[in-house]
Nanobody
Framework: QVQLVESGGGLVQPGGTLSLSCIAS????????INWYRQAPGEQRELVAT???????DYAASVQGRFTISRSNPKNTVYLEMRNLKPEDTAVYYC???????WGQGTQVTVSS
């Protein structure tokens, strides 16, 4: 069965950097659109970044210029590099494959001094 497993979350100070990973099983990231979402306490889940089959990418306006989504086909992994982090980036970050509405379990990112 398809599995998406996120890792890399943690506590970071404002202005810091974190890199998240999403390792896929069964599903091939090279031929599927993969999204990163996030959900802050009391908020709706928000689409943060997308990488498409042709390697084109899209970002939410709130993270444009600070976050970078990429993938490694040999490792079947999608990454989210997050720079210049702000307290408002604090959330649980989820990996998603919309083709089958598959979701990972999420990884917590906390930005605080």
């Amino acid at each position: 069965q398809v599995q998406l497993v996120e890792s890399g979350g943690g506590l970071v100070q404002p202005g810091g950097t974190l890199s998240l990973s999403c390792i896929a099983s069964v599903l091939r990231v090279s031929i599927n659109t993969i999204n990163w979402y996030r959900q802050a306490p009391g908020e709706q889940r928000e689409l943060v970044a997308t990488i498409n089959r042709d390697m084109s990418t899209d970002y939410a306006a709130s993270v444009q210029g600070r976050f970078t989504i990429s993938r490694s086909n040999p490792k079947n992994t999608v990454y989210l590099e997050m720079r210049n982090l702000k307290p408002e980036d604090t959330a649980v970050y989820y990996c998603n494959a919309p083709r089958g509405n598959w979701w990972g379990q999420g990884t917590q990112v906390t930005v605080s001094s």
